[in-house]
Nanobody, 122 residues
Framework: VQLQASGGGLVQTGDSLRLSCAASGRISSYSAAWFRQAPGKEREFVARIHWSSSSTDYEDSVKGRFTISRDNAKNTVYLQMSSLKPEDTAVYYC?????????????????WGRGTQVTVSS
């Protein structure tokens, strides 16, 4: 399964963006997540969604601003981002096939996509 993230861009503080992650195959039975990596920093967890959409988890700094969702019929995962801040600037990656329970650890995922750049200007 290959994942392709899209929807990034250059926006201003306070703007919104919606990222999409399209899978080449079926991912409906897997938890999926978004991570981000800023220059010079490690990849960090942003949000995760259970395969059934029954539960979600978020990194503290994005709670209330970002919403993760999925459409299993389309094998696509989304990240709606609002009230964007300059510190949200990063390359955003989607991941799927959570193995184990440590959803915030990048090493827990079997599938990764190429990232999409999000830049928030002040």
């Amino acid at each position: 399964v290959q994942l392709q993230a899209s929807g990034g861009g250059l926006v201003q503080t306070g703007d919104s963006l919606r990222l999409s992650c399209a899978a080449s195959g079926r991912i409906s039975s897997y938890s999926a997540a978004w991570f981000r990596q800023a220059p010079g920093k490690e990849r960090e967890f942003v949000a995760r969604i259970h395969w059934s959409s029954s539960s979600t988890d978020y990194e503290d700094s994005v709670k209330g601003r970002f919403t993760i969702s999925r459409d299993n019929a389309k094998n696509t995962v989304y990240l709606q981002m609002s009230s964007l801040k300059p510190e949200d600037t990063a390359v955003y990656y989607c991941a799927a096939q959570l193995r184990g329970t440590n959803y915030a650890n990048p090493n827990s995922y079997g599938y990764w996509g190429r990232g999409t750049q999000v830049t928030v200007s002040s």
